[in-house]
């Protein structure tokens, strides 16, 4: 008789979490049960950690610990558990036997290894063996329950050599052995009989236990499909399906699908976890469709890795990575124009059994990277020094180690071909401070691969994603300040995120901050009910336990919003900026830092690529410093700014009239609200001469703002001291100088108005009399008023006029700089 393949529907595999408890175990047969198949086959692995604890209890056997009898005791319970509750406590006396018969070999096999104090890799993948025996029996005699069905051990179909721990499958006779098997149970068995095959497990041609490497079940279910011409492989997991990336890394990933067979082989060698990376070639060597599904969720579509990848409008697929690797650099002039170094140098690796996962080699002939896991590092090392003694000892040629590295690898059958891709990723990378050790491109054009230091494999993975794979521009912010400024703008925020959506914006507030606590939520934070949240979560407020919170974010769009007033907050803007965060604020502090700690932080923004927004410093929700910006970008020159600057100065100096006593009108604004809690610092004009040194150094200037001349409406003697009870009572003595000044101004048909001028290199501040029908003349109530002169605007001033104070306004002018930012992220 020919060795001709049964019919069979679908080879469906369960394992992982799909096995982890009775509960799981019995949805899992319910999802057999369910299925459609005509003949189905059931792949399945160990219960859920059973291995490295069957390994576990080899290894203290192996170091003659006692310890070992307990561990297979824990084993035993658990299948013994398993298996009753599944049966509601009454367990069927043969699949109870069968159990019980494995447990007793497994004791055997662990006494043994521990009188002889070794574990051979063939005493190793006998003891692994028992886990998906031990599966088998238990998950056989839950299915049983509804529907006939057999266990299956596939040491007897599946034929290997005898490379113990990851032996290699010989395909003619398994082939063989698998058509046979399965012809019987089907000629002697119901017509609708589900076999159930222990995974991972094989033996050599004289009866030796081997397994085919870890998370070898995968593979079992494929050598069999293809075996039988399976119309479908099911891989049953715990996820929906192959996503675009790790979710555990990348929030934001979501389930392929449809990928080709190529695709997949790709991201299953560069880290997908769905995938056991050699599952899939004899799948492809007989074209069989490979479907993902999720036993925790069987309704999803899962993923469907087939010659079809069907409609993608993206370029890229996926995302993946390997960690826990190390680059090594062999580079000398020696190597330069020399034939055969490479193959000396992969040959030595290869007889060291090194497993190479990345080349890369500059065309100058100087350097040959590649990268190899850490484990390998102590082989190659050896490889390379004994091949290379003579050049090594001569000084002509090195070998550099970089450890701690993640090859990280974009994959899609839509970038073959495509131009622009490698840009996207290298520019997305670089945007983020992301540094690149080494890259490679393989000549298929659907894997670009690229070595970058473990510490920011997350940031790299969820820049690339985010460059490929997400539509939104996603922005999250840490707002330090929730006071006036700050809890407006949440209001503004939380008011308007359908206007953002619309706009495909997406501003979570992932950390908020006062002088006293913080409260950190990568999730986002409920821009609704943020006060509950802050009192009731919220952590102390201490500097390195907040910038320690901040830096464990790693937001890959992050904004500080600085909505304080705070030189302290000030002082963290380095390390800010450090940890890849951009700067929005209305706080004046930063930009009147001493020329050098300024010039400091504005390079140290440059070098990393990082927005500082600013525009609520000057003028609150007024567009001065863009406007200042658009003016010098167009090429116009400035020769004068000039202005009402001050919004409590504008309110008082509209308000007096030589009637009402100053003081009286100072003391009413601070009630109100309208001057700083000290009113002093209003009156002092030190806000006047932060924002004129802003415009200066924005013009370019190099300026002081001790070089700022300014005149103090405050006495010198109750400049100093806190502001105490009696402070307008004295503050009062001051009013006839101020109305003298008011009357000698009305007798010249003019207004008081306290005025900041730049011009030149010098600027200053101080009341001015202003004639009538001047513009700063017509302020209203709290208004700012700027006029810039300029070449182009040298007879009629360029004007901006508006309210310059309140929370409202200032508010709105750093959701306006959001804004801004968000339209200036990279897309």
């Known amino acids: 008789m020919t060795n001709v393949a049964p019919r069979v529907s679908n080879v469906m595999k ?79 006396a043969a699949a109870t036997q069968e159990l019980e018969a494995m447990l007793a070999e497994l004791r055997d096999s662990l006494q043994g290894i521990f009188l002889l104090r070794q574990a051979t890799p063939r005493a190793l993948d006998l003891a692994a063996s028992f886990g998906e025996r031990m599966s088998a029996v238990i998950f056989t005699s839950c299915l049983r329950k509804r529907h006939p069905a057999v266990w299956v051990d596939s040491r007897e179909i599946v034929r290997t050599d005898d490379r113990f721990t990851r032996a290699g499958v010989l395909f003619e006779k398994t082939n063989h052995a698998i058509r046979e098997r399965f012809r019987s149970i089907y000629a002697k068995n119901p017509a609708n009989i589900i076999p159930v095959v222990t995974g991972f497990l094989g033996s050599t041609e004289d009866g030796r236990t081997t397994t085919i490497g870890r998370n070898g079940s995968d593979y079992s279910a494929a050598i ?32 392929i699908p449809r990928m080709s067979y190529e695709e997949a082989m790709e991201m299953s060698y560069f880290g997908a976890k769905v995938l056991h990376a050699s599952t899939i070639a004899p799948a492809i060597a007989e074209r069989i469709p490979i479907r993902i599904k999720n036993s925790l969720n069987p309704s999803a579509p899962g993923t469907l890795i087939s010659d079809e990848t069907g409609k993608w409008v993206g370029v890229a697929k996926g995302i993946s990575a390997v960690d826990d690797c190390t680059l090594l650099t062999l580079r000398g002039m020696s190597m330069v124009g020399v034939p055969g170094t490479a193959e000396r140098l992969f040959h030595a690796l290869g007889s060291q059994g ?16 590649f990268a190899i896991r850490a484990s390998d590092v102590p082989a190659a090392r050896r490889a390379v020094e004994s091949e290379f003694r003579r050049e090594l000892r001569s ?12 090859i990280v690898a974009v994959v899609g059958d839509g970038m073959k071909g495509m131009p622009g891709v490698s840009g996207r990723i290298f520019q997305s990378l670089g945007r983020n401070n992301v540094n690149v050790s080494a890259i490679a491109q393989g000549a298929s054009e659907r894997n670009v691969s690229l070595v970058v230091d473990t510490r920011q494999a997350t940031r790299a993975l969820n820049v690339i994603h985010e460059a490929f794979f997400e539509s939104k521009r996603k922005l999250g912010v840490i707002l330090i300040g929730v006071g006036n400024i700050g809890g407006t703008l949440l209001r503004q925020i939380h008011h308007q995120r359908a206007f953002l959506d619309s706009l495909g914006f997406e501003v979570r507030i992932c950390a908020i901050a006062n002088s006293k606590r913080f409260l950190i939520q990568p999730s986002g934070i409920d821009t609704g009910t943020w006060r509950e949240s802050l009192q009731r979560s919220g952590r102390r407020m201490v500097s390195n336990d907040f910038l320690r919170a901040i830096g464990d974010l790693d937001l890959t769009n992050g904004v500080i919003v600085d909505c304080t007033a705070s030189s302290h907050i000030v002082d963290l803007y380095e390390d800010f900026i450090r940890m890849n965060l951009h700067i929005v604020t209305p706080n004046k502090k930063a930009n009147v830092l001493p020329w050098r700690r300024y010039k400091r932080m504005t390079d140290l923004m440059r070098s990393r690529q ?51 006593p ?31 040194l802003i415009l200066a150094r924005q013009i370019g200037l190099k300026m002081e703002l001790s070089g700022i001349r300014v005149q103090n409406l405050v006495p010198r003697f109750l400049q100093k001291g806190k502001l105490g009870i009696n402070f307008f009572a004295r503050y009062a003595t001051h009013d006839g100088a101020m109305k003298k000044r008011f009357e000698a101004a009305r007798k010249h048909g003019a207004v008081l108005r306290y005025v900041g001028i730049l011009e030149g290199n010098a600027a200053q501040a101080g009341i001015r009399e202003i004639p009538e029908n001047h513009l700063f003349a017509t302020a209203k109530g709290s208004d700012n008023v700027i006029a810039f002169t300029t070449h182009r605007y040298a007879r009629t001033p360029l004007v901006v006029q508006g309210p310059g104070a309140g929370a409202d306004v200032a508010a709105m002018g750093v959701f306006y700089a959001l804004l801004n930012l968000l339209h200036n992220l990279p897309h």
Do not use: M
């Open 224 to 255: 069999i499909g293809a075996a039988l011409h399976a119309r479908v492989i099911e891989i049953w997991t715990d996820v929906d399906g192959v996503l675009s990336a790790d979710p555990a890394v990348v929030p934001a990933a979501f389930v």
């Open 14 to 92: 369960f394992g992982g979490s799909s096995l982890a408890t009775p509960e799981r175990i019995r949805a899992a047969c319910a999802v057999v049960q369910k299925s459609p198949g005509r003949r189905r086959i059931v792949v399945v692995s160990a219960l859920q950690g059973v291995t490295n604890q069957l390994l576990d209890a080899a290894r203290s056997a192996e170091r003659g610990s006692a310890e070992f009898r307990a561990r297979h005791d824990a084993l035993a319970r658990r299948h013994r558990d398993a298996l009753a509750e599944l049966h509601g406590g009454r367990a069927p």
């Open 354 to 369: 090194v497993s190479v996962i990345l080349i890369s080699q500059a065309s100058s002939e100087h350097t040959i990277c």
């Open 610 to 660: 990082k927005y500082f927004l600013y525009e609520a410093n000057v003028g609150a929700g007024l567009p001065i410093i863009s406007t200042l910006n658009d003016l010098i970008a167009s090429g116009d020159q400035i020769v004068r700014v000039e202005g009402i600057f001050s919004g409590t100065l504008s309110h008082l100096f509209n308000q007096y009239n030589g009637e009402q």
């Open 662 to 692: 100053f003081s009286t009108l100072v003391q009413e604004a601070l009630e109100l609200g309208y001057t700083e809690p000290d009113p002093r610092e209003d009156l002092s004009g030190r806000d006047v001469a932060r924002k004129l």
């Open 395 to 406: 000084k002509l040629t090195s070998l550099d180690e970089n450890p701690g590295q993640t």
